[in-house]
């Protein structure tokens, strides 16, 4: 049973444009919400975290927003660039076993 | 330069073989994780240690074993009962449980 999914396997956006990927958890337990980015045969980076006590946190073109009575959040990234062409995974943490649940990605694809 | 270093990149297994895959981190982490990925697919946990000289099994843990004799290092063992290998392999850390993850590049598993 997938706690953390990720319905859009994938997504294209035009260069400029605003890219919003999309994550929905079962878990009312997770308080910890990141998202990581990866490019093809390396690990992944991370780039953004959110509090559930928190509805938003940006960094730069990065903002995640989180939707906890819906149990879904999402990464906003504006304006999106080709070099942000990647898969991007959302991550939550249950906060009584300490651990990391993985969505199964979104690949973001910037055209010029 | 802090990190996560993983060798080899790249590794083929003959039918019947164990592997050991290599994982040191500088960051003075005490938690360490082993994930595997699939094509098109998440990251599943296969094993983790939160302290030296004890692991945990994840998700995905059966045909695999792990050591932690020292806090920089956390070899992964993929021993012949494992009989899907082909996989690409990370290995991550994080300065206490649950937090933050930090990954190393990869490594590529395929059988021959």
């Known amino acids: 049973d997938q706690q953390v999914k990720q319905n859009s396997p994938s997504l294209s956006v035009q260069e400029g444009r605003i890219s919003i990927l999309n994550c929905d958890y079962t878990?009312?337990?997770?308080?910890?919400f990141l998202w990581y980015k990866k490019y093809p045969a390396e690990g992944p980076t991370f780039l953004i975290s959110?509090?559930?006590?928190?509805d938003k946190n940006e960094d730069g073109r990065f903002t995640v927003f989180l939707n906890k009575s819906a149990k879904h959040l999402s990464l906003h990234i504006v304006p999106s660039q080709p070099g942000d062409s990647a898969v991007y995974f959302c991550?939550?943490?249950?906060?009584?076993?300490?651990?990391?649940?993985f969505g199964g990605g979104t690949r973001l694809m910037v055209k010029p | 330069d802090g990190g996560i270093t993983q060798s080899p990149k790249y590794l083929f297994r003959k039918e019947g073989q164990n592997v050991t895959l290599s994982c040191e981190q500088n960051?003075?982490?005490?938690?360490m994780y082993w994930y595997r990925q699939d094509p098109g697919q998440g990251l599943r946990l296969i094993y983790y240690?939160?302290?030296?000289?004890?692991?945990q099994k994840g998700d995905i843990a059966e045909g695999y074993s792990v050591s932690r004799e020292k806090k920089e290092s956390f070899p992964l063992t993929v021993t012949s009962a494992q009989k899907n290998p082909t996989a690409f392999y990370l290995c991550?850390?994080?300065?206490?449980?649950?937090?933050?993850?930090?990954f190393g590049s990869g490594t590529q598993l395929s059988v021959l």
């Open positions: 991550a850390s994080s300065d206490r449980p649950g937090e933050k993850l930090f």
């Open positions: 878990n009312s337990m997770f308080d910890y």
């Open positions: 959110i509090s559930s006590i928190k």
């Open positions: 991550a939550a943490r249950e906060w009584s076993l300490n651990m990391l649940t």
């Open positions: 960051l003075n982490h005490d938690a």
């Open positions: 240690s939160q302290i030296v000289n004890d692991f």
